[in-house]
T-cell receptor, first 113, second 110 residues
Framework: DTGVSQNPRHKITKRGQNVTFRCDPISEHNRLYWYRQTLGQGPEFLTYFQNEAQLEKSRLLSDRFSAERPKGSFSTLEIQRTEQGDSAMYLCASSLSGNYGYTFGSGTRLTVV | EDQVTQSPEALRLQEGESSSLNCSYT??????LFWYRQDPGKGPEFLFT???AGEEKEKERLKATLTKKESFLHITAPKPEDSATYLC???????????FGTGTLLAVQP
């Protein structure tokens, strides 16, 4: 097992374009989380899946953001009509039910120009 | 509202100079307090989970302690490779999300 994998590692996009990120969790982990981190700040919670069900969403997750986890395996996070304020590191993490320690991936750094 | 405050924001130590990082928190029913290490351009790396006041955990040169209002990460005889940002986070009983502080940037000089 190679841990939590995120792709791409870096993404540069023009304002107004749509982007999609992928996260492959640790295979036996049934919980998957998305966080966003800007420079000098701690990660901020975006959303959480248990298996394929999206159980919790932050108010930070505007209508332009959508996340899916089909079949309870990998997950995608899509941002529509990107804005400069969306520039950040997007982190994915996974865990097992009953185990409160997350394992984070290395993140996808998004730059909106 | 659940909240985490870390201090200091940045800390510079000489190799071998022990010190402590502070994490003050407010949470409605603590499920767990977490410490992570984060290197530049990488995701946070899990260090410890503490569940109740009085609990302590150790790993190499790091020791984490917990009271009802704060946690300390003690670094004994640090080495340059301990240089990183150390993040503290809490999880309340009513949620599965972690609330993170802004971190302490530690630099250990040889």
């Amino acid at each position: 097992d190679t841990g939590v994998s995120q792709n791409p590692r870096h993404k540069i996009t023009k304002r107004g374009q749509n982007v999609t990120f992928r996260c492959d969790p640790i295979s036996e982990h049934n919980r998957l989380y998305w966080y966003r981190q800007t420079l000098g700040q701690g990660p901020e919670f975006l959303t959480y899946f248990q298996n394929e069900a999206q159980l919790e969403k932050s108010r930070l997750l505007s209508d332009r953001f959508s996340a899916e986890r089909p079949k309870g395996s990998f997950s995608t996070l899509e941002i529509q009509r990107t804005e400069q304020g969306d520039s950040a590191m997007y982190l994915c993490a996974s865990s097992l039910s009953g185990n409160y320690g997350y394992t984070f991936g290395s993140g996808t750094r998004l730059t909106v120009v | 509202e659940d909240q985490v405050t870390q201090s200091p924001e940045a800390l510079r130590l000489q190799e071998g100079e022990s010190s402590s990082l502070n994490c003050s928190y407010t949470v409605s029913g603590l499920r767990g307090l977490f410490w992570y290490r984060q290197d530049p351009g990488k995701g946070p790396e899990f260090l410890f989970t503490l569940y109740s006041a009085g609990e302590e955990k150790e790993k190499e040169r790091l020791k984490a302690t917990l009271t009802k209002k704060e946690s300390f990460l003690h670094i004994t005889a640090p080495k340059p490779e301990d240089s990183a940002t150390y993040l503290c986070a809490v999880q309340g009983r009513a949620t599965n999300k972690l609330i993170f502080g802004t971190g302490t940037l530690l630099a250990v000089q040889p």
